[in-house]
């Protein structure tokens, strides 16, 4: 069973940058998605974006299209990159893959998932 682990979160202020980290292990699949959500307390599990090593990336997240950049650094490594972040995107964010070989949006689609990173944005 892979395990996934995120890292990278912290506290940052309005309009500053960071940049997540996700390592899958124990996958020894070339190909895989590997997705990014987020979720704060009360709402459901949003989809952010989702990569895999043959195809392009997806964004699913409208508010953060022209802010978060996802990308692979390796076959097990994707990172997210933040810009110009908002009070807003304050939330656990998690990383996810799947037995599947295509990315999607929906969080039931993922198999194996890490613990979370938390982001917070102050004003």
């Known amino acids: 069973q892979p395990q996934v682990v995120e890292s990278g979160g912290g506290l940052v202020q309005s309009g500053g940058s960071l940049r997540l980290s996700c390592v899958v292990s124990?996958?020894?699949?070339?190909?895989?998605?590997m997705a990014w959500f987020r979720q704060v307390p009360g709402k459901e599990r949003e989809g952010i974006a989702c990569i895999t090593g043959s195809e392009g990336a997806s964004y699913y997240e409208v508010d953060v299209r022209e802010r978060f950049t996802i990308s692979k650094g390796n076959r097990t490594t994707v990172y997210l990159q933040m810009d110009s972040l908002r009070p807003e995107d304050t939330a656990l964010y998690y990383c996810?893959?799947?037995?599947?070989?295509?990315?999607?949006?929906?969080?039931?689609?993922?198999?194996?998932w890490g613990q979370g990173t938390q982001v917070t944005v102050s004003s």
């Open positions: 996810a893959t799947a037995e599947r070989y295509t990315c999607s949006r929906a969080a039931m689609v993922y198999n194996y």
């Open positions: 124990e996958w020894e699949r070339e190909y895989f998605p």
